[in-house]
C-alpha cells in the first residue's frame, strides 16, 4: 500500500511511481511524463494540485497507483461495517468513516482536481430527457462519469464499490445489478437543492452512495449533505475525506449545502436490472 502520505496534506509523492511518470521538479512547478509526446504540469499546494495546470490528453499515466497490484478489498474486511448495513435498513441511511483508505481518497481528489482544471467536468443539469437544463441556482456541481481503465484510482474505486453491491445484495436481496458514479465539483458557494435520486420515468436507482474527497474538511465550512428522513428531524454529514454515506435513492430527500471552500466527492447510484 501507498505509506508516503504523511500529515494532513496530499503529498505529490504517489505521482513518483511508476517511474515512466518521471516525476520532476523544475521553474516552480511539478511535471510529469505522459507519454513521449506529452507532460503534465501543475503546480502543488496545501490541497493537491492548482494553478497553471496545463493537461494533455491522455493523463491516465499520472494517477498510476504506487503499488504493483493494487490491494483487492475483501467484502469481510474492513470496507462495508455490518453496522453500515444495519443503519441502512433500520433508517434509510447509513454512514461510516475512513471507508477508503486514505491514500486512496488523496490519489481520488487529486485526479478529479487536474481533470477539472482540464475542462473535463462539465455543470450537471437538472430535469430528464430533453427537459434537462442548467440550473445553477438548483444545482451548482461540475461532473464528470467514470469509465472503466480510467485510472488505476478510478479502477481501485470501482471493484471496492463491487464489493459493497454484492454485500448490498447479499443483505437484502436488492437485485443490484450496476453501478454507476461520477466525479463531483462543488466551487465554493455551489449547492444542490433538496430531491430525491430517483426519476419519475425511471426508477432503476435503488442505493444512492456518496464518497467524500476532502480530506481535512471542518465543519464550520460548511458543504453538509443534509438528509431529510421522512417523519425525523433533518441530519447533515459533513463531506469528511473518504467517508462513505448510503441512503435509499427512492426514499430520501437530500440537499447539499454550500461550502466556503471547493467540495469534492464521488457519487454514484446502485441500479436494478431493467426490466
Ligand atoms: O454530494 C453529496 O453529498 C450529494 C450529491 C447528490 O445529492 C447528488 O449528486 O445527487
Ligand atoms: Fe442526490
Same mark, same amino acid.
Given at each position: 500500500m501507498v505509506t508516503d502520505f504523511p500529515g494532513s496534506s496530499p503529498s505529490?509523492?504517489?505521482?513518483? +511511481?511508476?517511474?515512466?511518470? =518521471?516525476l520532476k521538479e523544475y521553474n516552480g512547478a511539478w511535471h510529469v511524463r505522459i507519454n513521449d509526446q506529452w507532460r503534465l504540469s501543475f503546480k502543488w499546494g496545501e490541497n493537491g494540485p492548482y494553478d497553471d495546470i496545463v493537461v494533455h490528453t491522455p493523463? @491516465?499515466? +499520472?494517477?498510476?497507483? %504506487?503499488?504493483?497490484?493494487p490491494a483487492i478489498p475483501s467484502?469481510?474486511?474492513?470496507? *462495508? %461495517?455490518q453496522l453500515t448495513l444495519d443503519d441502512l435498513a433500520t433508517h434509510g441511511w447509513s454512514r461510516q468513516n475512513h471507508f477508503l483508505p486514505r491514500e486512496l481518497t488523496l490519489a481520488l481528489a487529486a485526479e478529479c482536481r487536474v481533470l477539472a482544471a482540464g475542462g473535463a467536468l462539465g455543470f450537471a443539469a437538472v430535469g @430528464?430527457?430533453?427537459?434537462?437544463? *442548467? @440550473?445553477p441556482e438548483i444545482r451548482g456541481d461540475r461532473t464528470l462519469w467514470l469509465e472503466a481503465g480510467q485510472s488505476d484510482a478510478c479502477d481501485l474505486y470501482r471493484r471496492i464499490m463491487e464489493t459493497l453491491r454484492l454485500a448490498l445484495n447479499r443483505a437484502f436481496? *436488492?437485485?443490484? =445489478?450496476d453501478y454507476e458514479s461520477h466525479f463531483a465539483l462543488y466551487a465554493p458557494g455551489a449547492s444542490y437543492s433538496r %430531491? *430525491?435520486? @430517483?426519476f419519475r420515468d425511471d426508477d432503476l436507482r435503488i442505493v444512492s452512495a456518496v464518497i467524500y474527497l476532502n480530506p481535512d474538511w471542518l465543519p464550520g465550512q460548511g458543504g453538509a449533505l443534509r438528509l431529510h428522513p421522512p417523519g425525523e428531524p433533518a441530519r447533515d454529514v459533513v463531506p469528511l475525506g473518504s467517508r462513505l454515506v448510503l441512503f435509499m435513492s427512492a426514499e430520501m430527500p437530500h440537499e447539499v449545502l454550500p461550502a466556503t471552500r471547493e467540495r469534492l466527492s464521488l457519487a454514484g447510484w446502485f441500479r436494478r436490472r431493467a426490466p
Open positions: 505529490v509523492n504517489f505521482m513518483k +511511481a511508476p517511474p515512466g511518470n =518521471d493523463i @491516465r499515466k +499520472a494517477f498510476q497507483m %504506487h503499488t504493483d497490484t467484502s469481510t474486511g474492513p470496507w *462495508l %461495517h @430528464r430527457g430533453t427537459g434537462q437544463t *442548467l @440550473r436481496f *436488492l437485485g443490484l =445489478d %430531491h *430525491l435520486d @430517483r
